[in-house]
């Protein structure tokens, strides 16, 4: 089972902080001058400044969390993928990497989700910061998310291949370009020093499986509410062995949010009223999976 973390107990600045910290908690406001963490862009101001700085043991120190309109609602971790030294794909203009507009995009997200106010929300990474997928996965699990989606543009040698997929974690993948993508996306894992046989010792075999129906049920959520508003691929929920979906331990999907190899994909993904519709499906599907999860 992932590691639950009690996050008050990782509030930035123990002691007065913290004390401060329970009782505006307890009245469901949080406004820490801690919020201004290394990674915040510059001028965010989230929904109304209702965040708190989580401390977590490790190498990734401090983490802004957005707080719900209500305390003690799921948390949700967006996950913009690579970052630093690792561009991801370029796109055909050359004017942008999927690293920049995977951020944008994940941005948007959280924003989207704080000013609904159903969620809580976190994002492993706020800045030009490369993360390996372990480090990413580790914070799904030591934060306690309820969901990990993460947020990536595709690429493909064919310059008219264009439209979002959405992944789920399987061990066998749909198809072979599925395969394909998990293996390019998996490298990056290669490249830390491999922790990779340690997940699938700490996970049962009965958890992942649980995980996996999950992380389809989301994903078939996510296409319905992208359908009619945002170009899909054909079969858009597609299956492979993503290994940070794998080791995040919750329910977690990888959207691929157009191709950036194509010229019209990528000038909708570069443009905020389009990257919106996305951000609107996301947003539904994120908040109906928790909402359907949370009844049970
Ligand atoms: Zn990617």
């Known amino acids: 089972m992932p590691r639950r973390w009690n996050t008050r107990k990782w509030i930035a600045g123990a002691g007065v902080a913290g004390a401060a910290a329970a009782i505006a908690g307890a009245l469901g406001f949080l406004a820490l001058g801690g919020a201004a963490a290394a990674g915040v862009e510059p001028g965010w101001s989230g929904n109304g400044g209702n965040s708190v700085t989580v401390t ?29 030294q690792d561009p991801g794909a370029t796109a055909v203009s050359r004017d942008v990497a999927e690293k920049d507009l995977a951020l944008q995009l994940a941005r948007e997200l959280r ?28 914070l799904a699990r030591d934060l306690g998310a309820s969901l990990y989606v993460s947020l990536h543009m595709d690429s493909a040698p064919n310059p008219l291949a264009r439209g979002a997929t959405v992944y789920s974690l399987s061990d066998v993948a749909s198809d072979e370009e599925s395969a394909r993508l998990a293996q390019s996306e998996n490298s990056a894992a290669a490249r830390a020093a491999g922790s990779d046989g340690s997940v699938r010792a700490i996970l049962s075999d009965l958890v992942v499986q649980s995980q996996m129906r999950a992380s389809a049920t989301l994903a078939e959520r996510l296409v319905r509410n992208a359908s009619g508003s945002v170009e899909l691929r054909p079969n858009p929920h597609r299956f492979a062995d993503f290994h ?34 996305i951000v609107a499906a996301l947003a539904r599907a994120i908040e109906a999976d928790i909402a359907a999860r949370s009844v049970r």
Not at 121 to 138: C, E, G, P
């Open 56 to 84: 977590l043991p490790g190498a990734i120190e401090r983490v802004p969390v957005v707080e719900a309109r209500t305390p003690g609602r799921p948390l949700v971790l967006i996950d913009p993928g690579h970052g630093g």
């Open 111 to 138: 924003d989207k989700l704080a000013s609904d106010g159903r969620v809580r929300i976190a994002m492993t990474r706020n800045d030009d910061r490369y993360l390996t997928l372990d480090q990413r996965s580790a």
């Open 244 to 277: 940070v979906l794998r080791s995040a331990g919750v329910p977690a999907v990888l959207f691929e949010a157009g191709y950036i190899s194509n010229v019209d994909d990528e000038a909708m993904l570069r443009d905020p009223k389009q990257r919106a519709r």
